[in-house]
């Protein structure tokens, strides 16, 4: 279990065809990054709140990456 008191969190917003999103990020103290969720404005998407997929990152920008790539697929 995670203690969210060792997490730093980042969050990014993205856009396509004018719908929203944003992706949030936790860097653990000790451990990879991981993206925490996406979250749609506006949208026929579900939001996809949970640690959706992580531990293969080694920097906060490699989870943005790939969290802004499956953002966009859903759009």
């Known amino acids: 279990m995670i ?3 060792d ?4 969050s990014r917003i993205g856009e396509k065809d004018g719908k929203r999103f944003n992706v949030l990020v ?7 990054p991981f993206v925490r969720a996406i ?3 506006d949208s026929h998407v579900k ?4 640690p ?7 920097t906060e920008d490699d989870a943005f ?3 802004f790539d499956l953002a966009l ?3």
């Open 26 to 32: 936790w860097q653990p103290r000790h451990g990879n």
């Open 52 to 58: 959706l997929f992580g531990g293969q990152f080694t």
């Open 47 to 50: 939001n996809l709140e949970f």
């Open 65 to 67: 990456d790939a969290a």
């Open 7 to 10: 997490i730093r969190e980042f």
């Open 3 to 5: 203690d969210e008191r």
């Open 39 to 41: 979250r749609f404005e």
């Open 73 to 75: 697929s859903l759009l």
